[in-house]
């Protein structure tokens, strides 16, 4: 096992501790909204109003607190152990490990480790559907201050769209024993085919229904797989395979709207369909 402390000077005569933890909850939100290309298809649709991303995560942290109450309770969380890892000196930080119980939770994962990692881990597993709601919620907002009134409706259909692409993209994430379930939904607009092109998605040629299907082509099953048998599906996992997985993208389900023949016949011989929005109902 080996420790490496850091140091930071999060308090000084213009920078308290209350910055310091606020500069935290913005690392944090940043990793949870834009990191990796997690809401990848509302970044983009956001850019296409006019609005930064920079935009978007200010707008996520400020609702966050006004959010449910896994939300809220997420971001104390992290508060909480932020204040936690923090010592006044390398000499306190070795007294403390050297502990016998403190140095066995340290080897378990239980404290000591990468204190976005392990919320971020959290938050995907377990507040998946609140993290989207949110999601909505903050572009709901911008587009009303911007007077996007006369597209609000219009805007507010693509928007829940993409909320449930997204659900179906990163449903499961750090869990294998869905990998053979594919999810499928009606989108009103072919968010596919605005993704392939460099037009915008209220462009008319995409406002038409299209089934969207999500799944893991075999190599991906694989390798979901043997991550899950190496860090574990639960407690500690979910954070350390977020630690060892260069691209979280390696764990999204594949998006199409047109499986080939050979998907569609091994699926048709499992029948093993979850619909979005009934999905966790049904696990």
């Not at 016998?100 to 377990?126: D, M, Q, S, W, Y």
């Amino acid at each position: 096992l080996v420790m490496e402390p850091e140091m930071v000077g999060p308090i000084n005569r213009e920078f308290s501790m209350e910055d310091y933890l606020s500069v935290r909850i913005l690392a944090l939100f940043t990793e949870l909204f834009f990191n990796n290309n997690v809401f990848a298809e509302v970044m983009r649709f956001l850019r296409e109003c006019g609005f930064g991303n920079y935009d978007f995560i200010r707008k996520v942290s400020m609702l966050a607190g006004e959010g449910s109450n896994g939300i809220r309770g997420l971001v104390d969380s992290f508060i909480r152990d932020t204040k936690g890892e923090l010592m006044e000196s390398e000499r306190d930080l070795l007294d403390f490990y050297s502990v016998a119980t403190n140095f066995e939770r340290l080897a378990r994962g239980e404290i000591g480790g990468n204190v976005i990692f392990k919320h971020k881990a959290i938050a995907f597993t377990e507040l998946l559907d609140e993290l989207i709601e949110l999601v909505v919620n903050a572009v709901g907002v911008m587009l009303s201050a911007e007077g996007f009134d006369s597209k609000r409706l219009e805007y507010m259909t693509m928007l829940d769209s993409l909320a449930k692409f997204s659900q179906g993209k990163l449903f499961d994430l750090f869990d294998d024993r869905t990998v053979d379930k594919w999810l499928c939904f009606q989108s009103d607009y072919d968010l596919l085919g605005w993704m392939r092109s460099n037009d915008r998605l209220d462009d008319e040629k995409f406002k038409r229904p299209t089934s969207i299907v999500f799944w893991y082509p075999e190599n991906a099953k694989s390798f979901k797989r043997r991550l899950v048998e190496q860090y574990g599906r639960t407690g500690v996992g979910p954070s350390k395979m977020l630690a060892k997985v260069v691209g979280l993208q390696s764990l999204f389900r594949t998006a199409t709207d047109s499986p080939t023949q050979e998907d569609m016949v091994g699926q048709a011989i499992t029948r093993d369909w979850l619909i979005i929005g009934e999905a966790y109902a049904r696990k």
